[in-house]
């Protein structure tokens, strides 16, 4: 066995343990593995060892690694985690099956007008900006109920959770619960929270998707 793959191994296993010690259904928290600017092959023993959700940050190399994967394992999915130019919103709409970073109404409209086009419908989930840092993006606090308001009403987007990154400085869980709260007022079951060094605090306040990548893949390449 490889050390990527004990890793997986250990991650899953640590999922499991924080589901039962919060009280949480097994299974309701699915494991993202982060799998930006790790080659093909490192993925492949990931897929061959189970497991089947993905989170990549850039539409290109996205494109020049996953179609020929989704070939191989059809039942992966992908998702989009970084920003995501609006220019791209076509690729991205073709190629992943979930767009976690939706964060302006620019993204919206294009996204909406690419749905139509292709005739595929990716899952959405807003990333919200927690820490109002002005070098991440994401939708302020204070501005989300309206801006999910607007992608539902003006653009017909079915957006089924929030996505977050708290600040790497400030305790996480403030900024989980947040975005917990943020969901439950606006009738999202989707909360994708939580990375390699917090997952734990994110599915005691409720994750449904953590994301990890360092502590399955190792430091990035």
């Given at each position: 066995m490889?050390?990527?793959?004990t890793?997986?191994?250990?991650?899953r296993?640590?999922?499991g343990?924080?589901?039962?010690?919060?009280?949480?259904?097994?299974?309701?928290?699915?494991?993202?593995?982060v799998s930006?600017t790790?080659?093909?092959e490192?993925?492949?023993e990931?897929l061959?060892a189970?497991?089947r959700v993905f989170g990549?940050?850039?539409?290109?190399?996205?494109?020049?690694?996953?179609?020929?994967?989704?070939?191989?394992?059809?039942?992966?999915?992908?998702?989009?985690?970084?920003?995501?130019?609006?220019?791209?919103?076509?690729?991205?709409?073709?190629l992943?099956d979930?767009?976690?970073?939706?964060?302006?109404?620019?993204?919206?409209?294009?996204?909406a007008?690419?749905?139509?086009?292709?005739?595929?419908?990716?899952?959405?989930?807003?990333?919200?900006?927690?820490?109002?840092e002005?070098?991440?993006?994401?939708?302020?606090?204070?501005?989300?109920d309206?801006?999910?308001?607007?992608?539902?009403e003006?653009?017909?987007?079915?957006?089924?959770?929030?996505?977050?990154?708290?600040?790497?400085?400030?305790?996480?869980?403030?900024?989980f619960?947040?975005?917990a709260?943020?969901?439950?007022?606006?009738?999202?079951?989707?909360?994708?929270?939580?990375m390699?060094?917090?997952y734990?605090?994110?599915?005691?306040?409720?994750?449904?998707?953590v994301?990890?990548?360092?502590?399955?893949?190792?430091?990035?390449?």
């Amino acid at each position: 066995m490889s050390d990527t793959v004990t890793r997986l191994a250990e991650i899953r296993a640590a999922i499991g343990r924080a589901e039962r010690d919060f009280g949480r259904e097994a299974g309701s928290a699915a494991l993202v593995a982060v799998s930006k600017t790790k080659p093909a092959e490192q993925i492949i023993e990931v897929l061959e060892a189970g497991q089947r959700v993905f989170g990549e940050n850039y539409v290109q190399e996205a494109k020049a690694k996953w179609p020929a994967l989704k070939e191989r394992f059809p039942d992966a999915e992908l998702h989009m985690i970084g920003p995501l130019q609006s220019n791209k919103a076509r690729e991205a709409v073709e190629l992943f099956d979930v767009i976690q970073s939706l964060d302006r109404e620019s993204l919206a409209k294009e996204i909406a007008r690419e749905i139509a086009r292709v005739g595929k419908t990716p899952r959405l989930f807003v990333q919200v900006n927690t820490g109002e840092e002005a070098q991440k993006g994401g939708v302020l606090p204070a501005d989300t109920d309206a801006f999910i308001a607007r992608c539902r009403e003006v653009h017909g987007l079915a957006i089924e959770g929030l996505m977050c990154i708290p600040p790497a400085d400030e305790p996480p869980s403030p900024h989980f619960g947040l975005l917990a709260k943020i969901a439950a007022r606006n009738g999202l079951k989707g909360l994708s929270m939580g990375m390699s060094a917090d997952y734990e605090a994110a599915i005691q306040l409720g994750a449904t998707y953590v994301r990890v990548g360092s502590a399955i893949f190792g430091a990035r390449g």
